[in-house]
């Protein structure tokens, strides 16, 4: 029996991207089989944590690497690494800083929330976030202002489409806060497809969800300098408690690394391209849609809006409508208010995308009646 059916759960076609609320992503069976496995064993988790080390920095180009619970909590303990390095009363001590420096900055326009506000995540760690600029506009004089005050210990930017107003020049960024000798993090979250340009930024740390592209189990890559990664290792006696990764995680994500370094990731975009390019020529078929295909970071998506005034219907009432097939089709909602629908389609079967073909036809032939 399928778990959807044994648990009354409803089953969902995830065209959203890689969301949390739906499930995030797909893995591979041989991630799940590496999981499977990893749950009946028994490991010395620091050797395991030593071997993800090394193959995310393999993987990444950086000097090392280690894996936290997800990547809010990675955001959390790269903070703390920044306000404790490696010193065991220091670590025991956080959420309390004591007297010693505590400020993070973040340009205002990444003051994003992904289900939680990154502000929260930031004072978790026992850290001071300070908004830099405006949520339209951050100039360099802004951020070094902020980085030239004693009390920083750290820049956070976020490379993700949440972020609002003009966008910022994260490489100058971080030579700015590197010439203040303050540490720089990137939450690229959502972005691993992206890293090899992120990397070129020359932040301290960078952050990806391992279960978004990547495919794996629920887990925050953290990497980037050794210093600071031994650091963000070393807050499992601390804060990091709550936030450990699990060790069917860490296999989940070794496998996860391998399968992602054995495709060839010019072929997937092309491939990507292609299923997106059939389902715009089928969308645009249908009387009163109209679909494009948009340049979305880090992957292609469409974009379909509804064509007044032939159609009784709009993009809200055809969302709905979407929900309520079985199984629920889930679209990215977030550009309702200007009547766009978003859908991404990598992980979806062929079979999954007909589906979603046929039931817009059938919905919009319905509302023109
Ligand atoms: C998804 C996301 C997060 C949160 O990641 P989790 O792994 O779900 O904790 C943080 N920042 C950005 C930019 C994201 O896209």
Redesign the pocket.
């Known amino acids: 029996m399928k778990i959807h059916e044994k648990y009354g759960l409803t089953e969902v076609i995830n065209a959203a991207g890689t969301f ?1 609320p739906l499930g995030v992503s797909r893995s591979t069976s041989m991630v799940g089989h590496s999981v499977a496995e990893a749950l009946g064993s028994f490991f010395i988790i620091e050797e395991l944590l030593d071997t993800a080390n090394t193959a995310i920095a393999n993987w990444a180009g950086t000097q090392a690497g280690t894996v936290t619970h ?4 990675g ?1 959390t303990l790269a903070i703390a690494a920044t306000l404790t390095g490696s010193d065991a009363q220091k670590i025991a001590a956080l959420p309390d800083t004591g007297d010693r420096p505590n400020r993070v900055i973040l340009p205002a326009g990444h003051n ?1 929330n ?1 289900g939680q506000s ?1 502000l929260q995540a930031i004072r978790l760690a026992g850290a001071t976030p300070v908004l830099a600029g405006t949520s339209e506009q951050c100039s360099s004089e802004d951020l070094e202002t902020h980085l030239a005050d004693p009390r920083t210990t750290c820049l956070l930017l ?1 490379s ?1 489409r ?1 972020v609002t107003g003009d966008p910022i020049d994260l490489s100058a960024a971080i030579r700015t806060s590197h010439k203040h000798n303050v540490p720089a993090i990137v ?1 690229c ?2 972005q691993d497809i992206r890293l090899p340009e992120l990397l070129d930024t020359g932040a301290d740390l960078f952050l990806v ?1 391992a ?2 592209y990547l495919a794996a189990p ?1 887990a ?1 890559l953290v990497m980037g300098k050794a210093s600071l990664v031994e650091a963000v290792r070393a807050q499992s006696k601390g804060i990091g408690r709550g936030m450990k990764a699990s060790k069917e995680s860490i296999c989940g994500v070794l496998t996860a690394l391998e399968e992602r370094q054995n495709i060839d990731l010019e072929n997937w975009h092309i491939e990507q391209i292609s299923k997106v390019d059939h389902f715009v020529n089928r969308a645009n078929q249908i009387t009163g849609l109209s679909a494009k295909k948009t340049d979305g970071l880090p992957v292609t998506r469409i974009c379909l809006t509804v064509e007044h005034p032939r159609s009784k219907i709009d993009a809200i009432a055809l969302v709905t409508s979407l929900k309520n097939q079985t199984p629920s089709i889930r679209v990215m909602e977030y550009a309702l208010p200007e009547g766009k629908i978003f859908l991404e389609l990598v992980p979806l079967h062929t079979k999954e995308i007909e589906h979603i073909l046929s039931s817009l036809s059938e919905i919009m032939t319905r509302s023109s009646k």
């Open positions: 949390t997800c990547t809010a909590s955001i994003i992904y990154i976020v993700s949440l939450d979250a959502a969800s279960q978004k629920t925050g």
